[in-house]
């Protein structure tokens, strides 16, 4: 008899855990990651489809925070890790087209003079994307470790961290600031429009 209320019990612990499962144009999309240090254990704030031209499925973007937030400010201003996902959708494109997107989306989003001061990091991460190409599945990771920087995981590279806060400041108003990639995109990473 207990082996069956033990069985039941896993049945139901398993679909609880199943049903809250967020599912994105058939990818299934973590709510939890845990860094490798064990020092966070990060709870996804919200996930998007990134479309272009309306038609084509390009990415599912999931961002992951240490303290779950609607407030674009207050998770900018965050000193806690975070983590942006890109997974991909599209069956193969070059990481430099992906990067120099997410670089045009940064210059609308930041004033002239924090370009200015963030162009040699800005050029860092660009050059991290040269000579490789992406493949549907493919998961590149951005994420912020407090006193640290960005530590880029591209898939096929080396990771490569970038110090400072500042620019992964800038590089979230990409999803969640001022001119967002779009206004739906914004509210679904902040958890506020349920994902298409």
């Not at 939890?32 to 973007?61: H, T, W």
């Not at 806690?80 to 599209?90: A, C, E, G, I, P």
């Not at 997107?101 to 994307?129: G, M, R, Y």
């Amino acid at each position: 008899m207990l082996w069956i209320r033990l069985l039941l019990l896993n049945v139901f612990v398993l679909a609880s855990v199943h049903a809250k499962a967020l599912v994105i144009s058939d990818v299934e999309v973590a709510d939890k990651v845990s860094f490798a240090d064990n020092k966070a254990q990060l709870e996804l704030n919200g996930a998007a489809l990134r479309k272009k031209y309306l038609i084509v499925d390009v990415y599912i973007g999931g961002l992951y925070l240490e303290n779950i937030s609607q407030d674009p400010e207050q998770i900018i201003a965050s000193d806690s890790h975070k983590r942006m996902m890109f997974h991909v959708l599209l069956k193969r494109v070059s990481a430099r087209k992906v990067a120099n997107a997410l670089n045009e989306a940064l210059v609308i989003n930041i004033t002239k003079d924090e370009h200015e001061s963030l162009k040699p990091v800005i050029d860092q991460f660009l050059s991290l994307f040269d000579d490789i190409r992406l493949h549907r599945g493919d998961e590149v990771t951005i994420d912020y470790l407090p006193g640290e920087g960005t530590l880029v995981h591209i898939p096929g590279k080396e990771d490569a961290l970038l110090e400072g806060k500042a620019f992964y400041d800038a590089l979230l108003k990409v999803w969640i600031g001022l001119q967002p990639v779009s206004k739906d995109f914004k509210a679904q990473m902040l958890g506020t429009l349920d994902p298409e």
